[in-house]
């Protein structure tokens, strides 16, 4: 059972309206009632496209490293208060440097899948799990903020 990406604020799972059942996946501002069920809805896949997603981590051992660095280089120029205003540009061009050197990037495998609920709506979700497959039951499983879709055949 895999978590849903999170990038669908505001809508959440929800809610029967005229004997309808209508989902929409929103993953944020969803209230839970303290002790109340999990909504679980059943789809169908009718569209799968894996893709790849690069996520940027700072650095910020180099931005601290950086900044002290600058500071002491640009504490070497001018005199009184220029000499101040020196050492504060040099330890923030310094910081910003060093916040890049080192940045770490990672790539990772998603899938973007529209799912065919009930009432015929379609609606599209992000995944990390990236084994699904166009025609494919997966349930989708609500409980608070939190969503979890699997694969059921």
Do not use: W
Request: a positive charge.
């Amino acid at each position: 059972m895999k978590k849903l990406h999170q990038g669908y604020g505001g809508k959440c799972i929800g809610a029967a309206r005229n004997g309808l059942l209508v989902m929409v996946l929103v993953l944020t501002g969803c209230a839970a009632v303290r002790g109340e069920p999990p909504l679980v809805i059943y789809g169908q896949v009718v569209a799968a496209q894996p893709r790849q997603v690069l996520e940027q981590h700072a650095n910020p051992t180099g931005a601290v490293v950086g900044g002290l660095a600058g500071g002491v280089l640009g504490n070497q120029f001018g005199k009184g208060n220029g000499k101040k205003a020196m050492t504060v540009l040099g330890a923030l061009a310094g910081a910003a440097a060093g916040s890049q050197v080192g940045k770490r990037e990672d790539v990772r495998s998603v899938m973007d899948l529209q799912v065919r609920m009930p009432d015929g709506a379609v609606v599209p979700i992000t995944t990390s799990d990236v084994g699904f497959r166009i025609g494919q039951t997966v349930k989708i499983t609500q409980q608070g903020k939190q969503a979890t879709i699997e694969a059921v055949n």
